[in-house]
Every structure is written in C-alpha cells, then in structure tokens.
C-alpha cells in the first residue's frame, strides 16, 4: 500500500511516500480500516522535528487523526464489523498516540485497536470527521467538559486560524461567546470573521492585550470593569504576560499547549491582584468525540477544512501548517 513514511527525525524532507509498504492484518483485538481521510496538526510538526522523551519507532507511518471504513475484524473483536463507517481516537490504550508511537493515518490502509473506534454518522463525512479528534477534542475539553465559557462571555482566541484556533472560535460562538480572533494576517481575519468571529486582531499589527484595553477599558483589581473574561492561550512564550493582562478581574486563561514556548515570562502580581484563573487542558476523550459528531451531524458544526490533499502531497500540506499558511485543517484522502 501507499503511505507516508517518516524514517528519522529532521526536516520535512525525512517524510516519503513509499508504494511497498505491507497492508497490516487484523490482529487479535484489532481492526484494519481503509482510510477514508487523515489530517494534520501541528503535532505532526513536532513528530517529524522530535520531542524530548518521545522514543519514536522508525519507520512510522505519520498522522493522528483518520476515518475510514473496517475492512477486516479480528479475532476477539465484538460489536465492529466489516463495512462499519468509523471515526478513530488517535490515542492506543498502552502504547501512545497513532502517527507517533505506532503507524498512523496517512496510508492507504490502518490498523486500529477495537477500543479505539467510534461510529461515524451516515452524515458525517470522513473529512469532516477525520478534521476532528485532535484540534477539536482539545477545544471541546477545553471549553465545555471544563465549563469554562458562558454566553456573554469576552473570549480572546490567540493563535485563531489554525486547527484548535478555529474549533475554539466555533464552540465559543455556539456558546454565545464573544469573539475576539488574534491572527497574523488581514486575510485571515477576514477568514475568521466569515467564520463568525466577532472581532479580529492581526497581531502583527496591533498588541492584542493594548486593543482589549483601548477596547473594554483597563482590568480594575476591585470591580468587574475592564478587560475580558476569557483568553484561550496555546501558544505560550512571549504571548503569555500579556494575555495576563488582558483578562478582567476574575478572568479565566485557557492553556492546551505552547507552540511558542513553555516557560513563559510571569509576573505573579496580576494573578492574586486580579483573581484570576489559570487552567490548563490536556488531550481530549471519547465522550468528547461523540459529542462532536452529533453537533456535525445536526448540522451545528461544520470543521474549517483549509484544503483537501491526495497522499502525494501530503508533505507538502504539512509544510503550511509549520508555516502557519492555513486557516483550519489540512486534510489527507490516500
């Protein structure tokens, strides 16, 4: 089968399609799928460059997230059957992450632990469903398994035209939040604000945490005024202090991440002086899965698909993530 390989760590120029790759069985207690569709995250990015700890095994198929069709069941494996339309959680009970500590996505053909499968939706389809696990599931974690976002709400998205970025400005929206979308480009803004962003900020332009100021006034340590009451922040390193500062007396910061470093400059004065909140979200569950594929299949939700890609070019729709040239996912059909 065709899959995309990556075979040490480096540069995206590590990553090949290879067209000999063997189609995994069905061991006991798994499934294979035939992939319908994968997609990228930013993690991906990380897979290929390495991470301190992370041991991966080479070659690795890359790419977390996919759905697809069981092809073959087998032995043990109850209630899945061939023909079955699925939605895979990326994370294997006892090994780790697929496309990272076991082959992935991006292939032509997967082989999936039964308890890794969730029923797809006649109308969902595997684009839609492949856009969701990762940069979805940690937006839905984040915002609604924590209640941590009420209509009315002043929610400051940073780092907004990405995966998780744009799945927060929709779940905020459908909390009845109001939206502020910080990205790094007037076209994306425009993007974000077709999408249903109330406010955009280009933050290569404007300071985000002066514009709240000069928008809803300076935070004031013993009323309510100023400032607002949410800032999603996974990007971390010099972003940090001043989403601090943005926040209103009592405020909440939202950490899933920190693409731009993780030991950020504090200053511990606003957090007691102001109240607020820190809380950090990880990963996501299967209830979170679930949920989203009822909102797609209501018609509630529709994932920001920045382009769909044949298997061929994948690397190449890797390599606008790690350059931050898309607006929402970039989704893979092999």
Known sequence: MRALQLSAHGTLDQLRVVTDKPVPGADPGHVVVRVGASSFNYHDVFTVH?????KVPFPVVIGLDLAGTVVAVGEGVVGWQAGDRVLVNPLKPGVGLMGE???GGMAEYARVDAAQLIALPDAVSFEQAAALPVAYGTAHRMLITHNTVKAGDRVLVLGAS???GTATVLLAKLLGAEVI?????AEKGERLLALGADHVINYNEVDFSRWVIERYGKPQRRTDDGGVEVVVNFTGGDTWLPSIKSLKRGGTLLVCGATAGHAPQEDLRYVWSF???IKGSNSFYKDNLEALLQLVADGKLDPVIDRVLPLEQAAEG?????DRAVLGKIVVTP
């Open 50 to 54: 390495g991470m301190p700890g992370i």
């Open 101 to 103: 500590m076991t082959d």
């Open 162 to 164: 990405g995966g998780v």
């Open 181 to 185: 979308a910080a990205a790094g480009s």
């Open 275 to 277: 109240e607020l909140n």
């Open 318 to 322: 890797l390599a606008l993530i790690r």
